[in-house]
Every structure is written in C-alpha cells, then in structure tokens.
C-alpha cells in the first residue's frame, strides 16, 4: 500500500523558514517524479513544485520567486521541501504528492497533508 | 499560462440523479506524444484529494464505474451516472503539463 506522511508543519513566523519532510512506502520511490501540493484554508489546490528521480530536475510555480526548494533523499525514501521568506500567503496545508515515471502531471496518491501557519 | 476554467462552481443534486462537471481549457492539452494530460480529483471535505481519472478519461482503480471522463482538446466533462452521498465535496481538474488546477466543483446533495 503506497503510504505518504508529511511531517514539519507548524506555526512560523513571516520571514521565517520551515522544512517539510515527506516519508514514503510502499513503492519504488526512486523511480516516480515526487510533487509538493498546497492548498490555502478555504481554497482550492495549487501545485508548488516536482522533483525528478535523481533529483536533478526541479520545477516551481512561477509565484514561489526562488523562496522553495525541493529536495529528495532516495536512499532514505524522503522527499523534503525548504520554505524560506515565509509569507501569510503561505499559510496552507501541504501535500506530498507521487507523480509518474515522467514529468507529465500525475498526482496518483497524496499524503494527508501538514498545515503551515504563517500569522499576520 | 494554462487557464483552466471548471462549471458549475457549485453543483447540488438529488441523490440517484446524474451530475456533470465541466472543465475549459484555455488551451489544447494534446502534448506532443499524442496524449492528453487532463485529470479529475475529488476531495472529500476535512480529507486529502484523490485521483479519479487521469489522460481524460481512465478510471484509477477502485473508482467507481458511475464515474466516466470524456472530452478532447481544450473541453473536458466529468459525469457521474448516478450521485451517492459518498460523493459530496469539491471537484477538480487539472491540466499535466504545468500543473494548472480548475477552480474546483462543490457537489452536494439537494
């Protein structure tokens, strides 16, 4: 069974910076494109960033400005994502998400998500 | 950028009775290898999403067959046969390329 568990979320303040793991199970995870979801309270989903099997590959939603970074650790079945600058808008509950076997959008299984609070 | 545009925004429906979900691209989303990269999720309310269908209209396993996907180029639709309580909560599709999710559906039931 494909098992997806974010971890790190909290309450941060703005300007500051939050790591988000993601383990995985229960499949291959080296060989699938790994994506970070995020959906703020009360609205819809909105794609943050993949990653690709070895990690040389990386793509961001234009509106991010650099301030992610997507990571992943192969030998440890771990996908992360580093906040910095974080803002109120950030505020959201964020998914770890397994993609396909290529860089064409899949999203087949999501994890239940960590919420990050970024207050005003 | 991808637009993507989903109708109605809100949806309630008589349980047993069919429901229909509309989702405008504002582009074509035929990629370059032929397929076309537009899938459905659901989310049920205080859960995470999960993926119906992917390239248009294929159901994941374990979705059931009241579900269908149909649509080409730049007009999708997501049809339910027959509404189950099970079924509430939003809709969204999105397109595979850039990763562009509609602004979601919210079924419910009359």
Redesign the interface.
Known sequence: EVQLVESGGGLVQPGGSRRLSCAASGFTFRIYWM?W?RQAPGE????VA?INQDGSEKNY??SLKGRFTISRDNAKNSLFLQMNSLRVEDTAVY?CARDGKTA??????????TLVTVPS | ?VVMRQSPLSLPVTLGQPASISCRSSQSLV?SDG?T?L?W?H?RPGQ????LI?QVSNR?SGVPDRFSGSGSGTDFTLKISRVEAEDVG?Y?C????H??????TKLEIK
């Open positions: 994506s979801v819809g989903l909105e794609w993949n939603a234009d998914y064409l959008a899949s999203l087949h299984f999501w994890g239940q998500g | 950028d990629y397929n990269y899938t999720f989310q995470s999403p999960r993926r992917y994941d939003v969204y999105m397109e595979g390329t990763y562009t999710f509609g602004q979601g």
